[in-house]
């Protein structure tokens, strides 16, 4: 089992920046892919930007330029630089762990951008 938690959402205003966090707990294997997802009230969640062990990334349309995503193996973390947050950002952000044999959800922080 893993255990993911998250943190650093919150209320900013058009054009800033949040920086999310994630941990990882448990048995965490080295060969894995995290991410970020996004889900808003009545909409599918999409993915917003995956990085594997391997080190391939990927990022959504909707956030390519302005969101980093990064990793750091040594203290199971992974974490989204959100630069130039618009009003179209505010959603839940979930981390996702997946070690391809399970598939493992953080409980979400919201990120809501608004003047």
């Known amino acids: 089992q893993v255990q993911l938690v998250e943190s650093g959402g919150g209320l900013v205003q058009p054009g800033g920046a949040l920086r999310l966090s994630c941990v990882a707990s448990?048995?965490?294997?080295?060969?894995?892919?995290m991410a970020w997802y996004r889900q808003g009230s009545g909409k599918q969640r999409e993915l917003v930007a995956a990085?594997?062990?391997?080190?391939?990334?990927s990022y959504g349309d909707a956030v390519k330029g302005r969101f980093t995503i990064s990793r750091d193996d040594a203290k199971n973390s992974w974490y989204l630089q959100m630069n130039s947050l618009n009003l179209e950002d505010t959603d839940v952000y979930y981390c996702y762990f997946t070690d391809y044999e399970q598939v493992y959800w953080g409980q979400g922080t919201q990120v809501t951008v608004s003047s």
């Open positions: 448990g048995n965490v294997r080295s060969m894995n892919a």
């Open positions: 990085e594997t062990s391997g080190g391939a990334i």
